[in-house]
């Protein structure tokens, strides 16, 4: 009895320390990491501005279909590898891997839902607004490789996978810093390099164009950033920690669940089956507490 005393208190106060290591690392978030990811969209800007012949959606495709193809046909080498890996950047799969931080950190999922939010407010205003038709609509599909239904939709600008895959690995990368130089560089470099695979996945499996991921990315790092700022204070989440509402969050699980397993079923994908297990395994986590605790 008194080591399950223990250990409880053990996982309460690691649970605590958690939460305000996120809360601490959050607020050291500055505004100057705005800088890069602008200066990269102001170039992007200014390159087209004075490159543009004929129409956008002409010169924007004519000027990256070579860097398309070259680059298709080096990462789907693959295909496999590449086809599971650009489901990460499908909130219904990767959320799952990050869920558990709903109840120990919850500025974290603060965070990570604004996020969410003004990507999909951003990202639907932008591809209505620059309407830049998919690879497969554009290019000789006989010329590329393509894993999946192909997609003749004018939805090409920006990436939302690529979106939501940095929004993702940007609230990781802030959330748990490290300290040290050495491990702060270890850290960023690993998590950075996750993202842009899963974003130039969208390349390989010939959904999208390199501008498109690079674009999304960035306007993906852009919001978590914003996001990050906006949340420090606003702590919306927080009464998430009280287990009275646990079922509220279990609920929620089984429905996100069963919409994998419909996913599942569809594609038969091994990314989907590990996006399962860890979906069940926090649905018992979170329902031992709820049921030790009453």
Known sequence: ??????????????????????????KNVKLRLFVVPFIILFLIF?????????????????????????LNSILSIYPNLMYNITYLGDALIIFPFIFIFFIIAPIFWEVILTSSIFAL???????????????????DMNTFTIMGRPNILHTSLPSGHSMTAFIVITVLLYAFMPKKIVQKVFWSIS????????????????????????IGSTIGYIIAILSIRINNNL???????????????????????????????????????????????TFFIITYKYVKNN
């Open 191 to 214: 998590l950075i390099a996750i993202g842009f695979t899963i974003a130039f996945s969208r390349v390989a499996v010939g959904a999208h164009y390199p501008l498109d991921v690079i």
């Open 235 to 281: 702590n919306w989440l927080d009464w998430m920690k009280n287990r009275r509402f646990y079922p509220i969050i279990m609920l929620i699980l089984s429905i996100w669940a069963y919409l994998v397993i419909l996913k599942l079923i569809k594609h038969n994908l091994v990314i989907f089956y590990i996006s399962l297990i860890v979906l069940v395994i």
């Open 1 to 26: 009895m008194i080591n399950t005393i223990e250990l409880d208190t053990t996982y309460k106060t690691t649970e605590t320390q958690l939460d305000k290591t996120v809360i601490n690392n959050f």
């Open 121 to 139: 407010i951003t990202s639907a205003l932008l591809k209505i607004i620059f309407a830049v038709p998919r690879p497969a609509a554009m290019i």
């Open 46 to 70: 200014c390159f087209f501005a004075f490159s543009l012949d004929g129409t956008f959606v002409n010169t924007y495709v004519a000027s990256q279909k070579d860097w398309f193809l070259t």
